[in-house]
């Protein structure tokens, strides 16, 4: 083991440890400190954690402790999605080539990911890392197809609805791909990889350069009020418990503001999980609390709810009052929301996002709600006992002229951004 890797994990290790076997009580008479006085000093340090394990990263290279430890790389690509090798000179661009088009939505933009391959440091990543195309890319890709007909009217992308893509790093840059045509993507990506790291963020950055050129076709083309799709990658809160052969680079992300939404037009926000038994992530439950209570409508949808043949309990013929998606051409079948062109033209109706609604002007008519989407499309997040890890309302803000300033907590971002 290096000394620089002993030095980082004296940098990373919780107070909380290192008092644990302590058995005698602790004073500091210079400082009038006693024992009562330790939970002060745990609950400023403990959430330092991950900071520190980014800073040794930064200092010491984005491999410390495991240099030349190799990266895995399942659905490994030569190319990207355009059959070509210029993301081989988008590594040290890929940040700012990734960030929002529209300066609105840069103090949210997180590309501390991205800017892992920049680092001086990091040659030997930038000689490492490979594009990855894997069959749940492919899967999550064509169902935010699907997804993104949702918002068409009569040809015209919605720009009133946000969409928060909370699902595993690389299926959710592979959504933003398809999403990229009418949605400003918005990467909340707060760490970077590692051999050993408990999130796999190198396969997310994968993922990102086997799409650029997605996300470049798509830039120029998208309207200046497009509604932004935040960007998270699932496994930032993955279990972890102590463990010598890992390294911790989990985070927490926030969510902009009810102010800062309202003022670009957004009236609701679609909340993206990998399946219908999944909750709101605990570092998210108090941003989307505020952003519901403060008339900002909150819904959830499941991408598993995205299916090529009809799921049970969903209608499959056309439904009176939905207008059926139309039938794609083509030899390979397409998903549907809740799989076929009959349920997923009840999309809007059952979210109640179609206006006017029916039923909001005093009609009678309301479509069937199969039963497994009623906690979905009926939604309102409800608060949860504080986030262990999470300390007041910090976060990420922004600051004039871009950027943002940290605030503490295994990551760096909770408690949502400031308008």
Known sequence: MSASWWRASLRARPLARLLSSWSAPLVWTGAGLTASGCADILSETEPDRTQAALEAQQQDGWSVGDEGQPLAFPGAQLVDISGGAGWREALSTLAPRLSPAEPRWSPYYIPTLFQSLEALRSADLRAAISPIFTPEMAVASRRGEALLSLFFDNGVCRNDVAVVLDVAGPEAVALAAALAPCFDPVF?????????????????????LYFLPSFDRARPTRSASAAPVFVLDRQRLAPYTDD???????????????EALQA?????????????????????????????????????????????????GWPTAPVPGCSPAPLSPGPQPRYYFGGSPGSQGCFPWWYGWRFPSPVATGGHWAPFIPPRLVPMCQFHPVPRAAFPMARGSGGWHPVPGGGSWRSGSLGRAHGGFGA
Do not use: C
């Not at 707060?190 to 999130?199: A, T």
């Not at 911790?248 to 009810?258: E, K, V």
């Open 188 to 208: 909340v990506l707060d760490n970077w990889p590692h051999p050993n790291g408990v999130v796999p963020a190198h396969l997310t950055l994968g993922a990102a």
């Open 244 to 258: 010598a052969g890992l390294f911790d680079n989990r985070y927490f992300a926030g969510l902009p503001s009810r």
């Open 264 to 312: 670009a037009g957004i009236r609701q926000l679609l909340y993206v999980t990998p399946d219908e038994v999944s909750m709101d992530a605990d570092d998210l439950n108090g941003d989307l609390v505020a952003l519901d209570e403060g008339g900002i409508d909150v819904k959830m949808l499941a991408l598993s709810d995205f299916s090529q043949t009809p799921l049970p």
